[in-house]
């Protein structure tokens, strides 16, 4: 993969319908299923959209919008509607299976349904983000919490997710370890993993930590006014791409926006499986400052739609990421400064990359009338570790 930046999607799939279950985890039918357990989550609010003019025109481009998703029910990240929510269904489940009756969703923050949540413990693996939503849900609705960091993970992000009462522990290695390690540990204690990342036998939970992001596409859908003509979406194992892809899919099928998926070049699992044709895992190397896209191996459920919906993997330098990172900090003209961090700009990162590369531009078909999405999932999660960046 040396020297490659940008690969096509030439799957068979590609253009292809979701089925059901995709559809439900990925999709639009999955909206409604989220919809009905906002009464779990009293604090909802949807977050802004935001456009960058300034910058559009900076880049020859029509417009640029993005998702600020930094305020996201105080977590600073997307993942808040993807583990919470997904906690909040496995409470919801056990709490009814335990009482013998239905339960609404806002009775899981009660005290009778907690008292019966306390008995369950769950747990995960994470770079940051995942663990820190998985951990507040953990807490509003009374279970038990165990959190898996692998080594590289930074104090600052570990001291995020310990405040919401979850028990730490670390692990040597990447984040693929720290991933095997809690499936060990919860076989062994009883707990229930509430991971991002599905592989054949474990596809449910990681399809509701999916499911849970489909507000966040409707929230866009409602807010834009215009169609986009491509979008630009960061991946770790691919789980927002894929739902950001397949959303799109069914809404606007062969009028959709080209999709490419964007990937630290020290960590792009999905680019080499659109290469090899299928699934594979790669060899991890030297880290990536884009920490929540630290992964070696994609999700089975996301990679499964985006073999169907996504049109393009495109890698970024380090350094690409810190500029996009200071980019939106400190933006040109009278764009709003927007605190967003080194992993939550890749996309940003791709689009500036794609942009400064006249090849791929002409591949990707950018030019004046171009309207660009991003989704800048994160805040600054590591507050000393986003103003050394900012520094740099």
Same mark, same amino acid.
């Given at each position: 993969?040396?020297?490659?930046?940008?690969?096509?999607?030439t799957?068979?799939?590609?253009?292809?319908?979701?089925?059901?279950?995709?559809s439900?985890i990925?999709?639009?039918?999955?909206?409604?299923?989220?919809?009905?357990?906002?009464?779990a989550?009293?604090?909802?609010?949807?977050?802004?959209?935001?456009?960058?003019?300034?910058?559009?025109?900076?880049?020859?481009?029509?417009?640029?919008?993005?998702?600020?998703?930094?305020?996201?029910y105080?977590?600073?990240?997307?993942?808040?509607?993807?583990?919470?929510?997904?906690?909040?269904?496995?409470?919801?489940?056990?709490?009814?299976?335990q009482?013998?009756?239905?339960?609404?969703?806002?009775?899981?923050?009660d005290?009778?349904?907690?008292?019966?949540?306390?008995?369950?413990?769950?747990c995960?693996?994470?770079d940051?983000?995942?663990?820190?939503?998985?951990?507040?849900?953990?807490?509003?609705?009374?279970?038990?919490?165990?959190?898996?960091l692998?080594?590289?993970?930074?104090?600052g992000?570990e001291?995020?997710?310990?405040?919401?009462?979850?028990?730490?522990?670390?692990?040597?290695?990447?984040?693929?370890?720290?991933?095997a390690?809690?499936?060990?540990m919860?076989?062994?204690?009883?707990?229930?993993?509430?991971?991002?990342?599905?592989?054949?036998g474990?596809?449910?939970?990681?399809?509701?930590?999916m499911?849970?992001?489909t507000?966040?596409?409707?929230?866009?859908?409602?807010?834009?006014?215009k169609a986009?003509?491509?979008?630009?979406?960061?991946?770790?194992?691919?789980?927002?791409?894929?739902?950001?892809?397949?959303?799109?899919?069914?809404?606007?099928?062969?009028?959709?926006?080209?999709?490419?998926?964007?990937e630290?070049e020290?960590?792009?699992?999905?680019?080499?499986?659109?290469?090899?044709?299928s699934?594979?895992a790669?060899?991890?190397?030297?880290?990536? &400052?884009m920490?929540? =896209?630290?992964?070696? %191996?994609? !999700?089975?459920?996301a990679?499964?739609?985006? *073999?169907? $919906?996504? /049109?393009?993997?495109?890698?970024?330098?380090?350094?690409m990421?810190?500029?996009?990172?200071?980019?939106?900090?400190?933006?040109?003209?009278?764009?709003?400064?927007?605190?967003?961090?080194?992993?939550?700009?890749?996309?940003?990162?791709?689009?500036l990359t794609?942009?400064s590369?006249?090849? &791929?531009?002409?591949? =990707?078909?950018?030019? %004046?009338? !171009?309207?660009?999405?991003?989704?800048?999932? *994160?805040? $600054?999660? /590591?507050?000393?570790?986003?103003?050394?960046?900012?520094?740099?």
């Amino acid at each position: 993969m040396t020297g490659i930046r940008l690969v096509k999607n030439t799957s068979t799939q590609l253009g292809k319908a979701l089925d059901h279950g995709q559809s439900l985890i990925a999709g639009i039918a999955g909206v409604a299923e989220v919809q009905s357990f906002l009464s779990a989550f009293p604090d909802y609010q949807p977050t802004p959209l935001v456009e960058l003019k300034a910058l559009g025109r900076s880049l020859g481009l029509g417009t640029i919008m993005i998702k600020d998703e930094g305020g996201r029910y105080g977590l600073s990240s997307f993942k808040a509607l993807g583990g919470a929510y997904a906690v909040a269904r496995v409470v919801h489940r056990y709490v009814e299976e335990q009482l013998g009756r239905s339960v609404a969703p806002s009775e899981l923050s009660d005290d009778a349904c907690k008292a019966v949540a306390r008995q369950l413990t769950i747990c995960c693996a994470t770079d940051g983000n995942h663990g820190r939503s998985v951990a507040s849900g953990a807490q509003k609705y009374g279970c038990g919490c165990v959190i898996f960091l692998h080594e590289n993970v930074t104090q600052g992000r570990e001291d995020a997710i310990a405040q919401f009462g979850a028990e730490i522990i670390r692990t040597k290695g990447n984040y693929d370890d720290s991933v095997a390690a809690s499936f060990r540990m919860a076989e062994e204690n009883g707990w229930t993993v509430i991971s991002d990342f599905s592989r054949a036998g474990y596809t449910e939970i990681p399809g509701l930590v999916m499911q849970g992001y489909t507000l966040m596409l409707n929230e866009i859908w409602e807010q834009s006014d215009k169609a986009y003509t491509h979008i630009f979406v960061q991946a770790g194992v691919g789980g927002l791409a894929a739902v950001v892809a397949g959303f799109y899919l069914e809404k606007l099928d062969g009028h959709r926006p080209k999709l490419i998926v964007v990937e630290p070049e020290r960590a792009n699992c999905l680019q080499r499986s659109a290469q090899a044709g299928s699934l594979i895992a790669m060899a991890p190397g030297e880290e990536t &400052i884009m920490a929540m =896209l630290e992964c070696y %191996e994609p !999700s089975l459920s996301a990679w499964e739609v985006l *073999e169907k $919906a996504a /049109d393009y993997y495109l890698t970024v330098e380090e350094e690409m990421a810190v500029t996009a990172l200071k980019q939106l900090a400190h933006p040109v003209g009278n764009d709003p400064s927007l605190k967003i961090g080194e992993s939550g700009a890749s996309g940003l990162a791709g689009l500036l990359t794609a942009t400064s590369d006249p090849a &791929i531009a002409r591949e =990707l078909g950018l030019n %004046e009338n !171009s309207r660009i999405l991003l989704i800048g999932t *994160e805040g $600054a999660t /590591d507050e000393a570790l986003y103003q050394k960046l900012l520094s740099r």
